[in-house]
Structures are given as structure tokens and as C-alpha cells.
């Protein structure tokens, strides 16, 4: 009877001593650097900025040469990553809040919206359900209250995001005084309402992450970190400041005072890092580094890429990328095929174990295969829609794809311009091939238009009330600000 009783118990205690066997999931950390140009990193070639921390994490994981951010701007690459979709099948296609269309443009501008769809299922929810904590630390920029921000989209936690997609300031109390786009009013935000005197908005943030990472080391969280960093306005540490100073301008890649913010931001993924191991999580944690577009034209220079933050030469949409997943990613790894922010979506949920939602990340692929030994994937082309104007220089309404190594770049206004580019042979973008290969240039156009059915994207459409004689007034330039706090 007593051999019986043991059984009986051992047996009815079973399913608990499976479960406790279970292995945990893998933590996620995602950082998301705003604006950080693809030479901005010691990694991908610059010697003039100072990233030991990522350059360290680049050796030990996968670095991506063709990774692309899903827009030349923020919002709709930040929605890509979130949902796994491209921004063109979202409706989101320009940054928030942008203002209407200009009513003597020779076009009018597509619609886009304004907030992310709550009807969207996004990575943190998927997660979520899954039993992760979740985290938001830093910029959102998917739209504001009452609905749309990181807790309506299944984070537990947002700290620092808001509407907005800059801080008022990056020193405390973090707030300015910014221009209402076409109200011609002016309004003061700030993004954290607390602080010290002399309190750098990047330490601040990362103080909070290094927190939260602490408090949830026993359950497997994912945290998004999108930094506003390395974001207008320009500003940072005096004394990191300095040390560019010293380099002799012709050595420099860019203004001291933006290289100051690079390094504060790899410091801060530096300290994230040290954070992980310090509490025995390193081994089961993926980390992830990316950007949303490319740099600042004002604070970085591009070279050997062409064009800039809102163009889409290579220059504003090719990105930095950096995944390490410990067990599965070959270190030091280079990986050449070109992925897309949506990827990011289906390669979080293999890196937790969880299953393919088809339905939902369309526009992405799982990257897991290029971390080990694939040097490709299963798709042809990868796209881009931007029926907008923009006040970034250069900046036009264009569709591009890009299939191989040849990249077409179709403008909107003026409409029919081509323009073709061999980027194996011309990363630069210098010869326009489109005149030389009239089929080659004439079949991917069809395909380009295909896929914008395909995914319903949205066309500009000639404005009635345009008058040719009447010159559509520019935008003006604000200089970005290029200063530190006394």
C-alpha cells in the first residue's frame, strides 16, 4: 500500500516536475538606433567613430551588409518592424505627424495614417501572449493618446514614448519648443517628467532598461529599445564633445557633437550587455541592433554611399544591422543578402520558440537560416513606396526595388524618371543604366507595379488645382541645432 501511495503521488506530481523542466524561452533585447547612418560604426568601416561595445557584438554575432530600413523616414519602418508588414500594405507611409499635402503641388499625396491599426497583431503582443514581460523604452512615434500608444500595443511597460519624434531636449527636464507642422503653432514637450539636474536623456533611458532587466531576470522578457539617439536635436555630453574636437577636420566623418551621441548609444548598449552577463542571461538573450533609416544629411557624411535620411539611394535606406543569438548565430558571420526591417518580426518569434504567424508578418522572412550557414533566402525582390514630399534635400515621391544586384528607382514627381543601378558594380549610384537596359529597366517597373497592387499601396493623383505658372513654395530649413548645454 505504501509503494502504491509513493506512485500514485509521484505519478499526480509528474506533469509539475515536466513543466519546472521546461526550458525557459530566450530573452529579446531589440535596439533601435534613430537615424544612425550605415558607416556610422566602427564594424561597418568608420574610423571615426568611437562603438567598441557593438563592434564587439558584431564579432560575436551576424552582421548584415544589405540590411535595409523599410523607409527612407522613422514611423514607417518602426511600423514594419512592429508588424512584420511593409509600410505601402499599412497605410503608413510617411512620418507623424506630417502635415497635408500641399494644395499647389503638382500632385497630391497619397493617404497614410497617422497611428498604427490596433487591428494590428504586433510583436510585443505576440509575445505577450506567449508569457513574456514587455517592454518600450524610448521613442514610439506610432502615434499618441488616447489609443495608440506602447500600452495600447502590447507592452506592460512604456517609459519616454510618446507622439513625438524627438525630445524637446537631451539634457533634463528633456523638453523645447517645437513647430507644429503646417499650424504654424508652436507647443513644449518633453518626454520623461522627472530627473536630475544634468541628466542625459541616452544614460537615462538606459538606466531605465538596466532596471527593468534586473526586475525581470527570472521571466523571459522582450525589450524594445528604440533610442532616440542619434536624432536632432544634436546634442551631448561636454566632454565626449571634446574628445571629437581634437580630431583634425579632415579626418573627421562627421560633426563632433553627433559622434558624441554615437558613443553615448554604443556605451549604452555596452552597459545593456554587461547587465546580461553580470545575471547569467547572456547565453539566452538575442540581441538585435538596427536602424530606421539613414543618417542626418547636417551630421554625417554617407561616402560611398549616395544620398541620405530621406532619399532612397542607398544612402537612405541601407541600414546597420547586428543579430547574436548564442547557440544559433556563427560568430563573426558577414552576411550579404538583402533583408528588411519586417524580418525582424519572424526572426523574434524562432528566436522564442514560438510559431510562424503567416497572416500577419506578409512582408517578412525569418532570418535564422542566414545566422547559421544560408547565404540566401526564398524571395526575389524587396520594395519601397513613397508617395509623399519630404523637406529633407533631395528628397523626392518615388517607388524602388531592388532584385539582385540591380536597384530601380521609379520618381512620381516628375513622373516616368528612371533610374537604374548595377550596386554590385556602382554602390555609389553614380551610372543610370535605365537608357542602356530599356527591358531590363521596362520589366522590373512591371514588377514594381505588380507588387503595389499586390499589397494596395496607395498612388499620388494629379492635383486638379495645380497651376504650373504659380511655383510650389519650399519648405523652409530649420539648421539643426549644434550645441551643447553650457
Request: hydrophobic share 40%.
Amino acid at each position: 500500500m505504501t509503494r502504491l501511495l509513493i506512485l500514485t503521488a509521484w505519478v499526480l506530481a509528474l506533469p509539475h516536475v515536466l513543466l519546472s523542466a521546461e526550458p525557459r524561452r530566450n530573452n529579446i533585447v531589440l535596439f533601435l538606433i534613430d537615424d544612425l547612418g550605415w558607416m556610422d560604426l566602427g564594424c561597418q568601416g568608420s574610423t571615426y567613430y568611437r562603438t567598441p561595445h557593438i563592434d564587439r557584438l558584431a564579432a560575436e554575432g551576424v552582421r548584415f551588409t544589405d540590411a535595409y530600413a523599410s523607409c527612407a523616414v522613422c514611423t514607417p519602418t518602426r511600423a514594419a518592424i512592429l508588424t512584420g508588414k511593409c509600410p505601402a500594405r499599412l497605410l503608413m507611409t510617411n512620418w507623424t505627424p506630417d502635415g497635408r499635402w500641399n494644395p499647389q503641388a503638382r500632385f497630391r499625396e497619397a493617404r497614410f495614417l497617422r497611428a498604427l491599426p490596433l487591428e494590428e497583431i504586433t510583436i510585443a503582443e505576440a509575445l505577450r501572449e506567449a508569457g513574456y514581460r514587455t517592454a518600450s523604452i524610448g521613442k514610439w512615434h506610432l502615434g499618441g493618446p488616447p489609443f495608440s500608444l506602447p500600452e495600447h500595443h502590447g507592452f506592460d511597460i512604456n517609459i519616454a514614448g510618446n507622439a513625438h519624434g524627438a525630445p524637446g531636449d537631451y539634457f533634463y527636464p528633456y523638453q523645447g519648443d517645437w513647430l507644429i507642422p503646417t499650424t504654424g503653432l508652436r507647443a513644449r514637450w518633453n518626454v520623461l517628467p522627472d530627473g536630475q539636474a544634468g541628466e542625459y536623456l541616452t544614460d537615462r533611458l538606459t538606466d531605465e532598461a538596466v532596471k527593468y532587466i534586473r526586475a525581470h531576470r527570472d521571466e523571459p522578457f522582450f525589450l524594445y529599445f528604440p533610442h532616440y539617439a542619434v536624432h536632432t536635436p544634436l546634442q551631448a555630453k561636454p566632454a565626449t564633445v571634446a574628445t571629437y574636437e581634437q580630431v583634425p577636420e579632415a579626418e573627421r566623418q562627421g560633426d563632433p557633437v553627433y559622434a558624441a551621441m554615437v558613443q553615448s548609444v554604443d556605451d549604452s548598449v555596452g552597459r545593456v550587455l554587461a547587465t546580461l552577463k553580470d545575471l547569467g542571461l547572456e547565453e539566452h538573450t538575442i540581441v538585435i541592433v538596427a536602424s530606421d533609416n539613414g543618417g542626418f544629411w547636417r551630421a554625417t557624411q554617407h561616402a560611398p554611399l549616395r544620398g541620405h535620411k530621406g532619399t532612397y539611394w542607398e544612402g537612405g535606406i541601407r541600414v546597420p544591422l547586428i543579430v547574436k543569438w548564442p547557440g544559433v548565430s556563427i560568430p563573426g558571420r558577414v552576411v550579404s543578402e538583402p533583408v528588411i526591417s519586417s524580418d525582424l518580426y519572424p526572426t523574434i518569434l524562432a528566436a522564442a520558440g514560438l510559431p510562424m504567424r503567416p497572416h500577419q508578418h506578409l512582408d517578412g522572412l525569418n532570418l535564422t537560416p542566414l545566422l547559421r550557414d544560408a547565404d540566401t533566402l526564398p524571395r526575389k525582390s524587396l520594395f519601397w513606396h513613397f508617395p509623399h514630399y519630404n523637406d529633407h534635400p533631395q528628397t523626392v515621391p518615388q517607388g524602388v526595388i531592388r532584385q539582385g544586384p540591380w536597384k530601380l528607382i521609379e520618381t512620381y514627381d516628375p513622373a516616368g524618371e528612371l533610374q537604374l543601378y548595377n550596386l554590385d558594380e556602382d554602390l555609389g549610384e553614380a551610372t543610370n543604366l535605365a537608357a542602356e537596359k530599356p527591358e531590363l529597366a521596362g520589366r522590373l517597373l512591371n514588377e514594381l507595379d505588380a507588387w503595389r497592387r499586390d499589397v494596395g499601396a496607395d498612388m499620388m493623383r494629379p492635383n486638379p488645382d495645380y497651376d504650373p505658372a504659380v511655383e510650389r513654395p519650399k519648405k523652409g530649413k530649420k539648421k539643426a541645432k549644434l550645441r551643447v548645454p553650457e
